[in-house]
């Protein structure tokens, strides 16, 4: 596998040299940026590098140059210790630049540990709330069918409700 040393051939590299590359680089930046607060947790970052490098990579649809676009997929993690690895994500899609990754866990900061809400449309939720939350924060932005295309589409309903309507009952 090439590496650092030969980047400036990397449009020349194989596919899966390349992915191996950038997973590389993602995890390295994972534990740059926990080691650098001196706080937080590389572990489950570090381990839900790969499918969410091919999430990412291969399956969502967003617009780098536009992080409001509409049509944009939501990428929903419930898991504060692994805010790190979203992070990375979105600095190396552009939405987010190294000098956010360096104040990761400061106060004030874009990439707050655990962040309920931020300065950026990252939509990650308290650890306890997940895919409820993050689907009625958009309740008001789609019709209903699609509402369920989109759950459906991300695969939110695993357990968190039956359907929103039944969880709208149980949790107003």
Known sequence: ??????????SEWA?????QFALAVVKGLIMDTVRNANSGHTGGPMSSADFAYILFAEYLNFDPK???????DRFVLSAG???ALLYVLLTLIGWLNIDDLRRFRQLHSKTPG???????NINFFMVLEGYAVAYLKYSDKYSEEQKTAKALKLGLWQGDFDTPEEWR???R
């Open 1 to 10: 596998m090439p590496n650092f040393k030969d980047i400036s051939s990397f």
């Open 15 to 19: 596919g899966d040299d390349k992915d």
């Open 66 to 72: 536009n992080s409001e676009w509409f049509k944009r």
């Open 81 to 83: 210790h692994e805010s």
């Open 114 to 120: 655990h962040p309920e809400e931020t300065k950026i």
């Open 169 to 171: 009952k149980k949790n």
